[in-house]
């Protein structure tokens, strides 16, 4: 997932230049009974809805450091 994020990151500032607001915002695709749901679709929750945005600010809060400015929400 993290090769992924960089991926996307990386064209966004080839297209559109430098990034200065990151938003971190996903939802998750699991649906069932909270007994009935397996452990690993936990974790596929767990790393769709924080792992996904630490890979994001990963990203892209070197470059902003270095310009001196952009916002992680």
Do not use: H
């Amino acid at each position: 997932m993290a090769g992924e994020v960089a991926r996307v990151v990386r064209y966004a500032q080839e297209t559109f230049g430098a990034v200065d607001i990151a938003v971190g915002n996903c939802y998750p695709d699991v649906y069932g009974k909270w007994d009935d749901t397996p452990d690993e679709a936990f974790r596929t929750v767990f790393d769709q809805m924080v792992m996904s945005i630490v890979y994001l600010f990963r990203a892209v809060e070197g470059p902003m450091r270095k310009r001196g400015w952009g916002r992680l929400i």
